[in-house]
């Protein structure tokens, strides 16, 4: 199949062990923030998202944490599973003004899970 | 089916060829995007739709590109003369925008272009 994580940083971990995959994101009037999940050959799916208000938010066995001070945003994965392995993007959004619906996304990392 | 489709699936055309690529969005769908994605990088913004007005298509590479939804559903992105440089994959995303802001934009699996 096609692969999408080419020349992409890479995570491996052990089945069953936690992941966490991190994202600099560069503009500081972004107030919303999304990770994808892209498996190869297929489009993003939505993961979890976060409002800039928020500095954590909890999902099933997924957790953002945003870091505003340094434009930083992590993705943590609990008990890391063969099905997790994929490519993981962080994208971000304005919430008002001209361009809110626009989705900026960031390089992505390749996430290996080894059972 | 409930989800964004697209067709083709892959293409390939030989430099100079126009091509057609068609996204079917969630059906109700009000807004539709497309996005490029280069081999080992995240998917970049081309257009974007309101039900058949396109509001934004800052992001189209060149004149080459044009994308349209006439009747507000299916998108078509054509591309004129392909080159070298238009091997991607195109994704399409549909989202339902309500006054809270849903924000959240479902994408369909993409048409991997390549040009030879």
């Known amino acids: 199949g096609e692969s999408v994580g080419l020349h992409l940083p890479t995570l491996s971990v052990q089945e069953g062990d936690n992941s966490i995959i991190n994202c600099a994101y560069s503009?500081?009037?972004?107030?919303?923030f999304i990770w994808y999940k892209q498996e190869s050959g297929k489009g993003p799916q939505f993961i979890i998202d976060?409002?800039?208000?928020?500095d954590k938010r909890q999902g099933q066995r997924v957790t953002v944490l945003l870091n505003k001070t340094v434009k930083h945003l992590s993705l943590q994965i609990a008990a890391t599973q063969p099905g997790d392995s994929a490519v993981y993007f962080c994208?971000?959004?304005?919430?008002?003004?001209?361009?809110?619906?626009?989705?900026?996304f960031g390089k992505g990392t390749l996430l290996t899970v080894n059972p | 089916g409930a989800g964004v489709s697209q067709s083709p699936r892959y293409k390939v055309a030989k430099r100079g060829q126009d091509v057609a690529l068609r996204c079917d969005p969630i059906?109700?769908?009000?807004?539709l995007f497309w996005y490029q994605q280069a081999l080992g990088q995240g998917p970049e913004f081309l257009t974007y739709?309101?039900?058949?007005?396109?509001?934004?298509k800052s992001g189209l590479p060149s004149d080459r590109f044009f994308a349209e939804r006439p009747e507000g559903s299916v998108s078509t992105l054509k591309i004129q003369r392909t080159q070298q440089e238009d091997s991607a994959v195109y994704l399409c995303?549909?989202?339902?925008?309500?006054?809270?802001?849903?924000?959240?934009?479902?994408f369909g699996p993409g048409t991997r272009l390549t040009v030879l």
């Open positions: 976060i409002r800039s208000n928020m």
């Open positions: 739709f309101q039900n058949e007005a396109q509001l934004d």
């Open positions: 994208a971000e959004k304005g919430d008002s003004g001209g361009s809110n619906y626009k989705l900026t």
């Open positions: 503009n500081s009037a972004s107030d919303y």
């Open positions: 059906s109700g769908h009000v807004s």
């Open positions: 995303a549909s989202s339902f925008r309500r006054l809270a802001g849903e924000r959240e934009q479902f």
